[in-house]
T-cell receptor
Framework: KAGVTQTPRYLIKTRGQQVTLSCSPI?????VSWYQQTPGQGLQFLFE???????NKGNFPGRFSGRQFSNSRSEMNVSTLELGDSALYLC?????????????FGPGTRLTVT | QKEVEQNSGPLSVPEGAIASLNCTYS??????FFWYRQYSGKSPELIMS????GDKEDGRFTAQLNKASQYVSLLIRDSQPSDSATYLC???????????FGGGTRLMVKP
């Protein structure tokens, strides 16, 4: 089975711009979660989508948003970029069946805001 | 605030030794517990999951869970230099997939 894929892998943006990141989950996985990883704050949960609905949301400002499509692919958007948004953005997918809540991460998108 | 605490390390062990990594969590309602390994510049890789009290073994890895003490640990037997990485403890509450991560413990296995 192919793993979680994320595009693009690297991005350089300027303050004030917006960015859209894409994630394709493992085939059959219906839950997609997004995380932000920075050296200072570590790995922090952004939001989770399941069956095209946002099921959980972390403590991030409204500039961070996401959506999920009927094929479980997900996108996240960050508007009005700030320098502090520079981070590795990770997507994780989960089967969400039985008692398994294991999440598998994609390679991430490295976003640099200048 | 729900927290997951890990010693940041580095934890240095000689090749062939047992590495012991520890994690405590604050939310008593936590249901699922995971250990991820992250090499520098890479994304986290799931190595163990544990859901009930006790030990769970998978190859050289053993995860231990004690919900009463709110404590999770990971033992790596016969440590190899290739095990040198940051190990992240993650905890899932009871509301979907929302992992709370510890800050990670950096493990260094010296040949």
């Amino acid at each position: 089975k192919a793993g979680v894929t994320q595009t693009p892998r690297y991005l350089i943006k300027t303050r004030g711009q917006q960015v859209t990141l894409s994630c394709s989950p493992i085939s059959g996985h219906r839950s997609v979660s997004w995380y932000q990883q920075t050296p200072g704050q570590g790995l922090q949960f952004l939001f989770e989508y399941f069956s095209e609905t946002q099921r959980n949301k972390g403590n991030f400002p409204g500039r961070f948003s996401g959506r999920q499509f009927s094929n479980s692919r997900s996108e996240m958007n960050v508007s009005t970029l700030e320098l502090g948004d520079s981070a590795l953005y990770l997507c994780a997918s989960s089967f969400q069946g039985g008692h398994s809540y294991e999440q598998y991460f994609g390679p991430g998108t490295r976003l640099t805001v200048t | 605030q729900k927290e997951v605490e890990q010693n940041s390390g580095p934890l240095s062990v000689p090749e062939g030794a047992i590495a012991s990594l520890n994690c405590t969590y604050s939310d008593r309602g936590s249901q699922s517990f995971f250990w991820y390994r992250q090499y520098s510049g890479k994304s986290p890789e799931l190595i163990m999951s544990i859901y009930s009290n006790g030990d769970k073994e998978d190859g050289r890895f053993t995860a231990q869970l004690n919900k009463a003490s709110q404590y999770v640990s990971l033992l790596i037997r016969d440590s190899q230099p290739s095990d040198s990485a940051t190990y992240l403890c993650a905890v899932n509450g009871n509301a979907g997939n929302m992992l709370t991560f510890g800050g990670g413990t950096r493990l260094m296995v010296k040949p």
